[in-house]
């Protein structure tokens, strides 16, 4: 391996970084030279990455899957540019990463890209980046049916001009997964039904999702669709739907807060709070929504009759077969030319943030008991509204950032996942309001381990 630098790259990195910070998190680095999603042929390659700090830029690491290649030292300005050249000693698959580190010693965030090396003449070669340009990959989950037991038959569709690497049916609450995996020629085409019993029964009364991942040749991120099961749930898959099992010793005609919750003078997060339901404590149930995904109780200190998200509530299974649905009333409509508007500094509230599983493992085949994602849950409450909800993660070398989805209520959730790294799986859920304003919660740790079978 050799080392050349480019250096007439200079002056062009000058111009193009003219308006780049520094972070407090270290240096930003690009590479320049091979593009993401590039097939090459196997010949020396010349790597060429530069990176902007504020304290310049001391040193620039290049790895290979994963592995410390080279060390090249920059000159401490506040641009700094390197170049290693690679020579691959064989074809396949490779992610290239470059970290870059200031003068401080702090580590920049990691640029990479993915690159395919073949055994091909240029001219033979598809650039797959380019081919996915003009076709697109379809993958839907079309529908979901309840079977005997706790199994479910989840019709999928895929296509793919690329190939289909492999894919995974899986439950985005239960551990329950069904993947097949493929050898070239890949298929384009996948349409069936797959059938996947989910091995427990469900102790928390909510609905249940399934997720569909593909993943395809050239493609940085796996692809994901997501469906429920009929009205939410299939009968028989919560625990406590048993006659002879009961969650708690909660009467028919009261509700238990699973957590604090906002009691609104609606069943929607645009009614006004008109009181709080605090973990642990009762209330009488008066209503529910017709669709059952909000109950109208009265607050014990108040009498206040109010609605809570069903789901932040602990409840006898027989109590949504008594409750009289009650109509919504409209949602309030301000007199604006009699409104003062005021600014709003108020946070988002973060609250009972979870992951499910808490165990995962890393990306690959084999042991189909385990889940290789979780699901980020989270009740997100503001006095102005939600603009944006969203799961930061990160372990071992590996980070990213996913947008976690309105699901009910105040409730958002999305998938984490899968990850190539073991370790302890850090996620942090970062919420803003309409207005602006941020705030941000940790959930428990989630274990990664390899497969072992």
């Known amino acids: 391996m050799r080392f050349r630098r480019l250096s007439w790259l200079a002056p062009l990195l000058v111009v193009v970084l003219a308006s780049c910070t520094s972070s407090a998190s270290g240096p930003r680095a690009w590479i320049d030279q091979p593009l993401d999603g590039s097939q090459l042929p196997r010949e020396p390659l010349a790597i060429t990455a530069h990176a902007a700090d504020s304290d310049g830029v001391s040193t620039f690491e290049f790895y ?196 604090n919750a906002t009691c609104r003078q609606g069943p929607e997060a645009g009614f006004e709070p008109a009181g709080y339901l605090m973990q642990d404590e009762l209330a009488a149930a008066v209503g529910k929504l017709a669709n059952q995904s909000w109950i109208q109780v009265r607050l014990p200190a108040s009498n206040q009759i109010c609605w809570i998200v069903a789901n932040l509530l602990e409840f006898d299974p027989g109590l949504l077969d008594v409750l009289p649905p009650v109509a919504p009333p409209p949602l309030p409509v301000p007199d604006i030319s009699t409104v003062t508007p005021i600014l709003d500094t108020t946070s988002p509230v973060i609250a009972g943030v979870g992951v499910n599983p808490a165990l995962i493992l890393t990306q690959g085949s084999g042991c189909s008991a385990y889940s290789r994602t979780t699901a980020v849950q989270a009740t997100v409450t503001d006095n102005v509204g939600v603009d944006l909800v969203n799961a930061n993660w990160s372990v071992g070398g590996e980070s990213g950032q996913v947008t976690l989805v309105h699901v009910t209520g105040d409730i958002f959730e999305g998938v984490v996942g899968p990850v190539n790294t073991t370790g302890t799986l850090n996620i942090s859920v970062w919420a803003r309001d309409e207005a602006g304003n941020s705030n941000s919660a940790s959930a428990p740790g989630v274990t990664v381990q390899n497969c072992i079978e």
């Open 64 to 259: 290979l899957n994963d592995e410390l290649v080279q060390t090249i030292a920059a000159q401490g300005g506040r641009f700094g540019e390197a170049s290693w050249e690679w020579e691959p000693s064989q074809p396949g698959e490779f992610t290239i990463r470059v970290v870059p580190i200031d003068s401080q010693g702090n580590l920049g965030q990691a640029a990479q890209a993915h690159v395919r090396i073949a055994e091909l003449d240029q001219g033979d070669l598809i650039d797959l980046s380019q081919a996915q340009v003009q076709e697109t990959v379809k993958v839907a989950i079309e529908s979901i049916e309840c079977l005997t037991g706790q199994t479910v038959a989840v019709d999928i569709e895929i296509s793919s001009p690329v190939g289909i690497e492999s894919y995974m049916v899986f439950n985005t609450v239960i551990q329950a997964e069904y993947m097949e995996t493929f050898q070239p020629p890949l298929p384009i085409t996948i349409s069936k039904t797959v059938q996947v019993t989910e091995p427990i029964l469900d102790p928390i009364a909510r609905y249940h999702r399934w997720g569909l991942k593909v993943d395809t040749p050239g493609e940085v991120a796996p692809i994901y669709a997501y469906a429920v099961e009929p009205n939410d749930r299939c009968p028989g898959h919560y625990k406590y739907e048993l006659a002879d099992e009961q969650p708690s010793t909660v009467d028919l005609d009261q509700v238990k807060a699973r957590q």
